[in-house]
C-alpha cells in the first residue's frame, strides 16, 4: 500500500493489459457472501493501474510529464515479463522500478506478518520507447518515470 501511495500521480489513466487469465477454482460454499470471487472471471494474471501527473503550463509547453504504472502478478509460481508502452507518450530516460514480492510457497499467511516480503529497487532502461520489467511470483510492482509527448 505504501508503494502505490507514493507512487499515485495526479490523475488515473486508462491500461490495456494482454496476457494469461486465471479462473479461480474454488468450493462451492468457500465464502459467506451471496456473490462468489469465480464468478466474476477469468482474471488476467497481470493486473495493471497507471497514473500521470497533471498538466500544467510550463509541462504542456514542453510535453514533459510523470508516469507511474503499478503492476500485480497474480500468478503463485511463475515470473512474468511485462512489456509497458505508452499510447500517446515516450518514455524520456531509465525507468524507477521497485518490486515486493511475497514470501515463499507454504510460508505462513498471517498477517501482520511481513517479515517474509522482500523489497527490490532498480531502474530499467527503455528499449524502442518499451520498459520491460521482470515480475516476480505473487508481486507488486511500481514502475515510475518521465515522459514526452511524442
Given at each position: 500500500m505504501l508503494l502505490h501511495a507514493q507512487a499515485a500521480l495526479d490523475l488515473a489513466v486508462d491500461v490495456f493489459v494482454d496476457g494469461p487469465t486465471v479462473s479461480p477454482d474454488l468450493p462451492a460454499h468457500a465464502s459467506r457472501w451471496p456473490f462468489r470471487v469465480g464468478e466474476l472471471g477469468p482474471f488476467r494474471l497481470i493486473d495493471a493501474a497507471a497514473t500521470v501527473s497533471a498538466p500544467n503550463v510550463s509541462a504542456h509547453r514542453s510535453g514533459a510529464g510523470r508516469v507511474a504504472v503499478t503492476l500485480v502478478n497474480r500468478s503463485?509460481?511463475?515470473?512474468?515479463?511485462?512489456?509497458?508502452?505508452?499510447?500517446?507518450?515516450?518514455?524520456?530516460?531509465?525507468?524507477?522500478?521497485?518490486?515486493?514480492?511475497?514470501?515463499?510457497?507454504?510460508?505462513?499467511?498471517?498477517?501482520?506478518?511481513?517479515?517474509?516480503?522482500?523489497?527490490?529497487?532498480?531502474?530499467?532502461?527503455?528499449r524502442d520507447g518499451?520498459?520491460?520489467?521482470?515480475?516476480?511470483?505473487?508481486?507488486?510492482?511500481?514502475?515510475?518515470?518521465?515522459?514526452?509527448?511524442?
Open positions: 503463485p509460481a511463475e515470473s512474468e515479463v511485462a512489456e509497458v508502452l505508452l499510447r500517446d507518450h515516450v518514455f524520456d530516460g531509465p525507468a524507477v522500478v521497485r518490486t515486493v514480492t511475497a514470501g515463499l510457497l507454504g510460508d505462513a499467511r498471517t498477517l501482520p506478518d511481513v517479515e517474509t516480503a522482500q523489497l527490490e529497487e532498480g531502474s530499467q532502461d527503455t518499451v520498459v520491460a520489467v521482470r515480475l516476480p511470483p505473487r508481486s507488486f510492482t511500481v514502475i515510475e518515470a518521465t515522459m514526452t509527448t511524442r
